[in-house]
């Protein structure tokens, strides 16, 4: 089973940056897909970047050019970091593994 363990999220100012981390407790780390999404208040769960073991990734539009995932596979941890953060980006980011796995959810909160 598969754990996952997620931090940095934060409360920032529309313009600024964050960066979230998750822990995954697996050994095999390298060979699943990793990824992110997001739920605002009232709202669906949503993609926001996915990145597989071969090293693809895919992001929704709306955060395409201002988001980054990426992994450390010496570490077992999947990063994103989030540039020019909008109040729109606010929501529980939660982190997800192909292994069906969903980490507890970190809040980020953009104010304008």
């Known amino acids: 089973q598969v754990q996952l363990v997620e931090s940095g999220g934060g409360l920032v100012q529309a313009g600024e940056s964050l960066r979230l981390s998750c822990a995954a407790s697996?050994?095999?780390?390298?060979?699943?897909?990793m990824g992110w999404y997001r739920q605002a208040p009232g709202k669906r769960r949503e993609l926001v970047a996915q990145?597989?073991?071969?090293?693809?990734?895919t992001y929704a539009g709306s955060v395409k050019g201002r988001f980054t995932i990426s992994r450390d596979n010496a570490k077992n941890t999947v990063y994103l970091q989030m540039n020019s953060l909008k109040p729109e980006d606010t929501g529980v980011y939660y982190c997800w593994a192909s292994s069906g796995t969903w980490g507890q959810g970190t809040q980020v909160t953009v104010s304008s």
């Open positions: 990145l597989f073991s071969s090293g693809t990734t």
């Open positions: 697996t050994r095999v780390f390298t060979t699943i897909a």
